[in-house]
């Protein structure tokens, strides 16, 4: 497939959760324009098998490839832990990018030596973060928690609502019991929470997300290939496999207003 400077880059989650790596690209590489799929017909990934995510990754991908997308953003902890391997032999020619909770910066920003990770269930239990905490925590005490329920609240663009609230608080109390001063947000629809998050935890607590590292990565694999856009971008657009009238109500309350809202595949 050819692809030049100016084609798109294609970002994908299961939801909305990506447009808050989608916001940290665009911010750094904003000659770049841009594609977005959000899978909300199929969400929560976190609840589903890898097998069931891999496959929803091929569809994606092959939808992008169709579109002649030079690079591929894995915008969601849960697709990477269980697609990612796969996409990356699928497609050896295609820069990709995933990511991953960041343990390796918490455990070096940690003071108390405990850290606490809020993550999907699917993403605390795959071999590829047990490998991760193996690598980067061995001297550092990890509290995993996952988060059922608050990726679905999201999905309707409730981030402050009270049900929404006491549900983040349950989640967070063990890990402030348990004396963590550096909470991973593993999941990329968490960092839309930040502002909750802070009225319930101490101003010395340390939040860590992935979304700005991995537009960083995004940057050097184009820049490695000579394939950096050189300005002129398209205007984003956007597709979903659920409902695009409810994405496109969301839309303007985690990235900006777009009428560019198509519905995508099966
Ligand atoms: N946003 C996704 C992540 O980063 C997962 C949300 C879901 O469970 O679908 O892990």
New binding site residues.
């Given amino acids: 497939m050819a692809r030049d400077n100016d084609a798109p880059v294609a970002v994908f ?3 909305v ?2 447009l808050s790596v989608l916001g940290e690209i665009s911010r750094l590489l904003p000659n770049e324009s841009l594609l977005y799929v959000g899978d909300c017909g199929h ?5 589903k098998t890898p097998e069931f995510i891999r496959q929803r990754c091929v569809a994606i991908a092959e939808f992008f490839r169709d579109k002649g997308a030079k690079a591929l953003v894995l915008a ?3 697709a990477t832990v269980a697609g990612v391997a796969d996409l990356r032999e699928r497609y050896p020619d295609w820069p990709i990018v995933g990511m991953e909770p960041a343990v390796k910066p918490a455990a070096a920003a940690t003071q108390s030596g405990v850290v606490g990770v809020l ?2 269930t699917g ?1 605390l239990q795959s071999a590829k973060f047990a490998a991760l905490l193996d690598r980067f925590a061995a001297d550092v005490q990890v509290i995993t928690q996952p988060c059922p329920g608050l ?1 679905e609240l999201i999905e309707t663009g409730d981030l402050v609502s009270p049900e929404i609230r006491q549900l983040l608080h349950s989640y967070v109390q063990p890990l402030l019991a348990a004396g963590c001063d550096t909470i991973i947000l593993g ?3 968490y960092p839309f929470l930040k502002s909750l998050l802070r009225e319930m935890i101490p101003a010395s607590i340390t939040l860590i997300d992935t979304g700005a590292a991995v537009a960083r990565q995004l940057q050097r694999l184009l820049s490695q290939r000579d394939l950096l856009a050189s300005g002129h971008p398209q205007p984003a657009q956007f597709w979903t496999s659920g409902d695009p009238n409810n994405f496109r109500n969301i839309l303007p309350l985690l990235w900006k207003k777009s009428d560019s809202v198509r519905s995508f595949g099966s």
């Fill in positions: 989650d299961s939801g959760g990506g969400i929560p990934y976190g609840e969601c902890n849960t993550a999907t993403t990726v999941c990329t629809h």
